[in-house]
C-alpha cells in the first residue's frame, strides 16, 4: 500500500462511462480521459481532504503509478482543484 507524504494526496482514477445518459455505447477512441478521482489516503500536512473523496484535479498534474491492474495518481494538494 502506498503511504503519502507530508501533502501529497493519493488518489484512484475512475473509469471513463461506456455509455452516455441516453444509453448509447460510446467508441473506446472517443471517450474523455476523465479529469476525477476518488481518495484513497493523505498525507499528515493535508488539511482539507479526506479519504474517500471524489476530487477534480488538474489534467496534466500529478504522478502516475499501477500497482496491481489499479493506476494510482499522487498528488499535491494544491492540485486539487475542487471536491464532489
Given at each position: 500500500m502506498l503511504k503519502p507524504l507530508k501533502d501529497?494526496?493519493?488518489?484512484?482514477?475512475?473509469?471513463?462511462?461506456?455509455?452516455?445518459?441516453?444509453?448509447?455505447?460510446?467508441?473506446?477512441?472517443?471517450?474523455?480521459?476523465?479529469?476525477?478521482?476518488v481518495v484513497e489516503s493523505v498525507?499528515?500536512?493535508?488539511?482539507?481532504?479526506?479519504?474517500?473523496?471524489?476530487?477534480?484535479?488538474?489534467?496534466?498534474?500529478?504522478?502516475?503509478?499501477?500497482?496491481?491492474?489499479?493506476?494510482?495518481?499522487?498528488?499535491?494538494?494544491?492540485?486539487?482543484?475542487?471536491?464532489?
Amino acid at each position: 500500500m502506498l503511504k503519502p507524504l507530508k501533502d501529497r494526496v493519493i488518489a484512484f482514477k475512475e473509469q471513463p462511462k461506456e455509455k452516455t445518459a441516453s444509453g448509447l455505447l460510446l467508441p473506446s477512441d472517443s471517450k474523455e480521459k476523465p479529469a476525477y478521482a476518488v481518495v484513497e489516503s493523505v498525507g499528515p500536512d493535508v488539511k482539507e481532504i479526506k479519504k474517500g473523496d471524489k476530487i477534480i484535479y488538474k489534467e496534466y498534474s500529478g504522478t502516475n503509478v499501477k500497482i496491481n491492474d489499479t493506476e494510482y495518481l499522487i498528488l499535491d494538494e494544491k492540485d486539487i482543484l475542487a471536491t464532489m
